[in-house]
T-cell receptor, first 112, second 113 residues
Framework: DAGITQSPRHKVTETGTPVTLRCHQT?????MYWYRQDPGHGLRLIHY???????DKGEVSDGYSVSRSKTEDFLLTLESATSSQTSVYFC???????????FGNGTRLTVT | QKEVEQNSGPLSVPEGAIASLNCTYS??????FFWYRQYSGKSPELIMS????GDKEDGRFTAQLNKASQYVSLLIRDSQPSDSATYLC?????????????FGTGTQLKVEL
């Protein structure tokens, strides 16, 4: 939806390794977001971006970093993956602060 | 208190009945409210937006907003088995760092034949 592509779709990695998830959008939306979704917790905001090189933390940002060097790309990096970061990660984009978000198809990450 | 609260369900309704999904939120200043539908293993998809008090209808869906009571609801008329999914309520919460779209944990709806 809204031309949002996440890669990879699935990944299995070992504890302690760095992992980068990519979100690419073709809608020229200013705002981009990374959420994680876990049973019992719903969708929780990790980081978001309000422009190129402009990012801010969400409610569960510890252990994650992001970068946005171009309008269309938003990268999420797990600096040293832990088992607690096993989750489904969703990228979302929005046109404005009060706009609804549109989601990518998600990345299922398993940390062993 | 959670910022956005929903009953987790499951809510079971017979085919053809009205399904009523409810959501409460904590921030009195919130102005924008959304309902998303999420099928198992899929991403959330937007089904309704509502910004003003009252009802907003779109096909079989009606969103209701009461800012004084801080609740928003979604009615699904003539429920179909294909409506079986988890419904997420989302509210834009005003923070010092900017607006944040905050989700409830979702209500699972099961429409039974």
């Amino acid at each position: 939806d809204a031309g949002i592509t996440q890669s990879p779709r699935h990944k299995v990695t070992e504890t302690g390794t760095p992992v980068t998830l990519r979100c690419h959008q073709t809608e020229n939306h200013r705002y981009m977001y990374w959420y994680r979704q876990d049973p019992g917790h719903g969708l929780r905001l990790i980081h978001y971006s309000y422009g190129v090189k402009d990012t801010d933390k969400g409610e569960v940002s510890d252990g994650y970093s992001v970068s946005r060097s171009k309008t269309e790309d938003f990268l999420l990096t797990l600096e040293s993956a832990t088992s607690s970061q096993t989750s489904v990660y969703f990228c979302a984009t929005g046109q404005g602060l009060d706009s609804p978000l549109h989601f990518g198809n998600g990345t299922r990450l398993t940390v062993t | 208190q959670k910022e956005v609260e929903q009953n987790s369900g499951p809510l079971s309704v017979p085919e053809g009945a009205i399904a009523s999904l409810n959501c409460t939120y904590s921030d009195r200043g919130s102005q924008s409210f959304f309902w998303y539908r999420q099928y198992s293993g899929k991403s959330p998809e937007l089904i309704m937006s509502i910004y003003s008090n009252g009802d907003k209808e779109d096909g079989r869906f009606t969103a209701q907003l009461n800012k004084a009571s801080q609740y928003v609801s979604l009615l699904i008329r003539d429920s179909q088995p294909s409506d079986s999914a988890t419904y997420l309520c989302a509210v834009i919460i005003l923070t010092g760092g900017g607006n944040k779209l905050t989700f409830g944990t979702g209500t699972q709806l099961k429409v039974e034949l």
